[in-house]
């Protein structure tokens, strides 16, 4: 079955960096766009940063640009979130998503994995 398992989320002091990762299984992984979204609490989930397949086109909220950078190893079905300068204020749960770039009825989320900036 299609399966999101995101990892590598935890406590950091502003300033810090951490790097998240996405394990994909149980579909294509070369026919979907990958994406990170967050949610902090009391907020709506927010699109971070999307990598397109093929071509690995990347774009990201204007919050990150510059700190944030999106990746993909397609011989391990990954994605990454490599983040730097974290701030409090990117505190929040961060959810991988896959897209397809066939049907946009086919799209998958990860369980999540929580990101606290925090002195």
């Known amino acids: 079955q299609v399966q999101l398992v995101e990892s590598g989320g935890g406590l950091v002091q502003p300033g810090g960096s951490l790097r998240l990762s996405c394990a994909a299984s149980g579909f294509t992984f070369s026919l979907f766009d990958m994406s990170w979204y967050r949610q902090a609490p009391g907020k709506e989930r927010e699109l971070v940063a999307t990598i397109t397949s093929p071509g690995g086109s990347t774009n990201y909220a204007d919050s990150v640009k510059g700190r944030f950078t999106i990746s993909r190893d397609y011989a391990k079905n990954t994605v990454y979130l490599q983040m730097n300068s974290l701030k409090p204020e990117d505190t929040a749960v961060y959810y991988c998503?896959?897209?397809?770039?066939?049907?946009?009825?086919?799209?998958?989320w990860g369980q999540g994995t929580q990101v606290t900036v925090s002195s």
């Open positions: 998503n896959a897209l397809s770039i066939i049907a946009s009825r086919y799209r998958y």
